[in-house]
């Protein structure tokens, strides 16, 4: 299926009127032509320092991301004219390919500049994508304004326990903007980038074998706020609730000593009540809750490793080279 942007035909006026979207439609099974070899959009992908390792919740590398179906829209440049709009980028085989909804390819081609289109003259174009193409239910209010300012409104409320966060989908967002036909040979390269931070727990071996975490929490968390992306730096405000973080996840030497991901707010929390329940054996069973204070200071598009050292009914949180670009 061909969709045609815009296009001009021999002996037209260089200012052209701009097509819509969609005018000019044929079968999935039907060849076109493409007057004057009007160059067609492509996009490629790919995300804001890699991380290997994670469970499906988060997108950590390539392979993640190609997992998704993506959500692209394009803009002329500076306004918010809208070229394409909501449209579904999916990987296939070995690229990355427009797709109908039905598994039909559809082919988007660059406008001619000059043209005229909504009282516009065609220059360039801004492109926004989003990961999933559905927005996730915590996501509402997601905006763009002109010249690549994108923001959301964010609730976290539901998915501050480990069984909500495991059917909880991570939310990503790409902008590049003033892009024409001969940028990159007619490529649009989207690098994606984390609105959130996350947060993980890993047992030490200092810890021995005598012992088992069963479940981590931090109290004070924000669940609710607005993010803005200005095309380079990510900012959270108008932050709302007050909830306790509660990870339940068994950790022991010689079984799994690391916790998955956790998804969270970012802020700066200033020192907070780190409490873990835990269980030694090496007499008879004892549960109890250790706790120690932590500086929480968490950015956006960083993960954050806490080393967790148990010794007989005390908690040794290490922070030393614990913060990683996600």
């Not at 490629?44 to 991380?51: F, K, S, V, Y």
């Not at 009282?119 to 994508?129: P, Y």
């Not at 803005?228 to 996840?249: E, I, P, V």
Request: proline share 2%.
């Amino acid at each position: 299926m061909y969709f045609i942007i815009g296009y001009r035909r021999k002996n037209l006026l260089s200012t052209a009127l701009l097509l819509t979207a969609g005018l000019f439609v044929s079968s999935c099974h039907d060849e076109i032509s493409n007057p004057d070899t009007q160059a067609e959009i492509r996009v490629e992908t790919d995300l804001w320092h890699i991380m290997p390792g994670s469970r499906a919740a988060t997108v950590d590398n390539a392979a993640d991301l190609q997992g998704c179906d993506l959500r692209i829209d394009a803009y002329m440049n500076g306004t918010t004219t809208s070229i394409i709009e909501n449209a579904k980028l999916v990987y296939d085989t070995d690229a990355w390919r427009f797709d109908d909804g039905s598994g039909n390819t559809v082919h988007y081609y660059w406008p001619i500049e000059g043209s005229v289109y909504a009282g516009n003259t065609v220059s360039s174009l801004d492109f926004v994508g989003y990961c999933p193409n559905a927005t996730p239910a915590y996501v509402s209010s997601l905006t763009y304004a002109a010249g690549g300012s994108l923001s959301f409104v964010c609730d976290l409320s539901s998915y501050m326990t480990s069984a909500a966060q495991s059917g909880l989908t991570e939310f990503l967002w790409a902008y590049t903007g003033n892009q024409t036909k001969d940028t990159n040979s007619g490529t649009v390269n989207l690098t994606f980038r984390h609105p959130f931070a996350r947060v993980k727990f890993v047992i030490t071996a200092e810890s021995g074998t005598n012992v088992k975490i069963n479940s981590i929490g931090i109290a004070g968390l924000k669940t609710s706020g607005t993010c803005s992306y200005d095309g380079s730096t990510t900012t959270w405000d108008s932050y709302g609730g007050n909830t306790a973080m509660s990870l339940t996840q068994e950790l022991e030497i010689g079984g799994t000593t690391e916790t998955d991901p956790f998804l969270v707010i970012p802020n700066d929390y200033g020192t907070k009540t780190l409490t873990v329940n835990a269980t030694w054996d090496d007499w008879s069973d004892v549960t109890t809750d250790v706790s120690a204070s932590v500086n929480f200071n968490w950015a956006a598009g960083y993960s954050y490793t806490y080393n967790l050292t148990l010794t007989k009914y005390a908690l040794k949180v290490d922070t030393e080279k614990f913060t990683e670009q996600w």
